[in-house]
């Protein structure tokens, strides 16, 4: 099955300085890759995706690349604010019921 | 905004009792999902429900661990007898996914269980 790794596992930074969290896949039919943020107490939240026919997906201040030949994504945060602190897992999407398999998760705190 | 339903948010139980969590997906979900989050461990799926018939459980603890979803619509996921390493959180999430396509999953509070 699919095996997702992330890292880093927690990630301090400056209000106003960037944040990357990186993830790599083991499945090669993988075909989607979701970012969730999940806050206290909440359950995880969808921020961000890709699919496997797209490079690089921007949304404002988030962006995610995806290198399909080295099976690895990453998330990255520009201009981070404190209410960005939270808990980020990466997905992978595989399989003929495209079940998601979950990442081990970074824990980003945003310092003001 | 429509939710995913969960509940009880908090159960504290002794080993080898049952327990039983419910969920109630966002309205014409189709997929349904459980997963169980260690504390600083990413979600681990359990089982997931198409409809009414499940797709794939093959992470699911069939000896104490069951899930139904009769009509299609809530479900519910029963551990019995439950064991210390089962405290965790307990998630649902509902989606439109289906075989053929991917998409956002909507997930609940979740439910916190503590084994005692």
């Not at chain 2, 299609?72 to 439109?96: F, H, N, R, W």
Request: aromatic share 10%.
């Amino acid at each position: 099955g699919e095996n997702v790794e992330q890292h880093p596992s927690t990630l301090s930074v400056q209000e106003g300085d960037s944040a990357v969290i990186k993830c790599t896949y083991s499945d090669s039919a993988s075909n989607y890759f979701p970012w969730y943020k999940q806050e206290l107490g909440k359950g995880p939240q969808l921020i961000i995706d890709i699919r496997s026919n797209v490079g690089e997906k921007k949304d404002q201040r988030i962006a995610v690349t995806l290198n399909k030949t080295a099976k690895h994504f990453s998330l990255h945060i520009t201009e981070t604010q404190p209410e960005d602190s939270a808990v980020y897992f990466c997905a992978a999407n595989s399989g003929g019921y495209q079940k998601v398999t979950f990442g081990t998760g970074t824990k980003l705190q945003v310092i003001p | 905004e429509a939710e995913v339903a969960q509940s009880p948010r908090y159960k504290i139980t002794e080993k080898s009792q049952a327990v039983a969590f419910w969920c109630d997906p966002i309205s014409g979900h189709a997929t349904l999902y459980w997963y169980r989050q260690i504390l600083g461990q990413g979600p681990e799926l359990l089982v997931q429900f198409q409809d009414e018939s499940v797709v794939d459980d093959s992470q699911l603890p069939k000896d104490r661990f069951s899930a139904e979803r009769l009509k299609g619509v809530d479900s519910t996921l029963k551990i019995q007898p439950a064991e210390l390493g089962d405290s965790a959180m307990y998630l649902c999430a509902s989606s439109t996914r289906t075989s053929l396509n991917t998409g956002e999953l909507f997930f609940g509070e979740g439910s916190r269980l503590t084994v005692l």
